[in-house]
């Protein structure tokens, strides 16, 4: 029901009726329902690149996050707009809201929920070429088989962009936090996923060595 | 070609001192399976430590060793008692991983012996997956039509 309301509101604003879209949105009594309604309207006007509108709707959405109390329900809004952003190349909006769907992924309560929000975190910031935050926030993360798993990810972002000689400083990275792991089949998953990192670098370094 | 054989040597030497990744692989692996054989008595917990550790191993491009560790398994697995349904999971893992490690032919005949329809089709649909990764296409196809759930195939 959430995405046939945000749908239908954001009709409403594409057809130029914003205060009509943003009257009914207030209108709604749950948070999360009115964060949604205007983050799917600013979704919807992604494709009408309209930047202060979307920016306008989304900073509306975000201010409704924020009355949610769940943590995880926040996130997970306010990445999908982030999502879309980056996919749409929105690249200065997703810098802007990124801030804020840090500081709540780091508020998730369940462990394994916070990991998964942190990981695409770390993902979508590589993706974006933020290697710098992505190795940041990837160096807070106490569990070491999770650590070693987001630097593997940032090293194989790395290497796509040819970022080879940080890509294999990484490695030595992700391999002295895989060590220090006791468990001998968690260490070997996390040997496997710096292996497969690594595999991915000398790939790619082949490969753009054959271009050239 | 001289940049390239840098980044090469540099892979190589820079691996957090003398210890390269693959020998510390191999020395996770041997800790990973001694762990593991402190379940012997119980071929239902020893198989399905053994098929974890394969499966580690694949992902890390290891097939040699994670080839030799699932037939470690299926032999674990033959001594498990009771009925078929006991050791449903584990065939069918078995033979996905024996398809990404290349074992093609192996898994396939795993997979065949599966008498539950479900979980023989998950096993054939991701063998086949592994046969179209490795441009092996019309043994896919032939896989694909001997799904039994028709949904397998799309």
Same mark, same amino acid.
């Given at each position: 029901m959430f995405i046939e309301i945000a749908e239908a509101l954001a009709q409403l604003a594409k057809s130029g009726q914003f205060d009509l879209a943003i009257q009914i949105a207030q209108k709604v009594d749950d948070a999360t329902m009115r964060s949604f309604a205007f983050s799917g309207i600013a979704k919807e006007l992604i494709e009408t690149k309209h930047i202060e509108l979307i920016n306008q709707f989304l900073n509306f959405a975000i201010k409704e996050a924020q009355k949610i109390k769940d943590a995880l329900m926040r996130f997970l809004i306010i990445f999908n707009i982030i999502k879309e952003l980056t996919v749409t190349g929105h690249i200065d909006l997703t810098n802007q809201f990124l801030n804020f769907a840090i500081k709540e992924a780091q508020k998730i309560e369940d462990a394994q929920r916070r990991w998964e929000a942190i990981f695409e975190i770390i993902k979508m910031l590589t993706q974006i070429g933020q290697f710098d935050l992505a190795i940041q926030i990837a160096q807070k993360i106490d569990n070491p088989l999770q650590h070693s798993l987001a630097l593997s990810e940032i090293v194989k972002r790395l290497a796509k962009v040819g970022q080879f000689e940080r890509a294999i400083a990484m490695?030595?990275?992700?391999?002295?936090?895989?060590?220090?792991?006791?468990?001998?089949?968690?260490?070997?998953?996390?040997?496997?996923?710096?292996?497969?990192?690594?595999?991915?670098?000398?790939?790619?370094?082949?490969?753009s060595q054959e271009a050239k | 070609?001289?940049?390239?054989?840098?980044?090469?040597?540099?892979?190589?030497?820079?691996?957090?001192?003398?210890?390269?990744?693959?020998?510390?692989?191999?020395?996770?692996?041997?800790?990973?399976?001694?762990?593991?054989?402190?379940?012997?008595?119980?071929?239902?917990?020893?198989?399905?430590?053994?098929?974890?550790?394969?499966?580690?191993?694949?992902?890390?491009?290891?097939?040699?060793?994670?080839?030799?560790?699932?037939?470690?398994?299926?032999?674990?697995?033959?001594?498990?008692?009771?009925?078929?349904?006991?050791?449903?999971?584990?065939? =069918?893992? *078995? @033979?996905? %991983?024996?398809?990404?490690? &290349?074992?093609? #032919?192996? +898994?396939?005949? !795993? $997979? /065949?012996?599966?008498?539950?329809?479900?979980?023989?089709?998950?096993?054939? =649909?991701? *063998? @086949?997956? %592994?046969?179209?990764?490795? &441009?092996?296409? #019309?043994? +896919?196809?032939? !896989? $694909? /039509?001997?799904?039994?759930?028709?949904?397998y195939r799309l």
């Open positions: 490695i030595d990275r992700a391999i002295l936090v895989a060590e220090t792991i006791k468990v001998p089949i968690t260490r070997l998953r996390a040997f496997a996923a710096i292996m497969a990192a690594k595999q991915e670098v000398e790939k790619r370094s082949k490969g | 070609m001289r940049c390239w054989m840098f980044l090469l040597m540099a892979l190589m030497v820079s691996l957090a001192g003398a210890q390269t990744l693959e020998k510390r692989i191999e020395r996770a692996y041997h800790e990973a399976i001694k762990e593991a054989q402190k379940m012997k008595d119980t071929p239902y917990w020893y198989s399905l430590g053994l098929i974890d550790i394969a499966k580690v191993l694949a992902e890390a491009g290891q097939f040699d060793l994670a080839n030799q560790t699932l037939r470690l398994a299926i032999k674990e697995v033959q001594k498990i008692d009771g009925p078929e349904w006991l050791s449903l999971e584990h065939r =069918r893992e *078995i @033979a996905i %991983a024996l398809a990404q490690v &290349g074992e093609f #032919d192996l +898994a396939i005949q !795993i $997979a /065949q012996k599966i008498e539950e329809v479900v979980n023989r089709s998950w096993a054939l =649909r991701e *063998i @086949a997956k %592994a046969l179209v990764k490795a &441009g092996q296409i #019309d043994l +896919a196809i032939q !896989i $694909a /039509q001997k799904f039994d759930t028709p949904w």
